[in-house]
């Protein structure tokens, strides 16, 4: 059954993504767009005030989401990342976006 968001994502991923190289756990790189945001959330400090932290993520078509898994690499923007977790959109589309939360490697 098709969905009204079908193809949708390949649209959005056309206009707002860049080129990602992603390097799944023991595999060769493969080039895709993703899009690339780094998102202020809240993040308490130490006496419990209120503090900001900045949360890298990228957000990938789920057929290209489908390659890789946790502990994969991704280079975006000249700077290496870590796919930690993907954070599932709970969209109906085939090809959704998919969320993963990102740590920087040095």
């Known amino acids: ?5 079908d193809g949708l994502t390949g649209l959005l991923n056309g206009v707002f993504g860049g080129p990602v190289t992603l390097t799944p756990v023991g595999g060769a790189p493969v080039a895709v767009r993703g899009v690339f945001r780094e998102i202020p959330v809240d993040d308490p ?3 419990g005030r209120p503090g900001l932290a900045i949360l890298p993520v990228l957000r990938l078509r789920a057929p290209d989401a489908a390659l890789v898994g946790k502990g994969a690499l991704c280079a975006v923007s000249g700077r290496t990342f870590r796919l930690l977790r993907p954070i599932p959109s709970g969209s109906p589309a085939a090809d959704a976006f998919v969320a993963f939360e990102l740590e920087e490697l040095p």
């Not at 059954?1 to 968001?5: C, D, R």
Request: charged share 10%; hydrophobic share 40%.
């Open 1 to 5: 059954m098709t969905s009204p968001f």
């Open 45 to 47: 400090v130490g006496d």
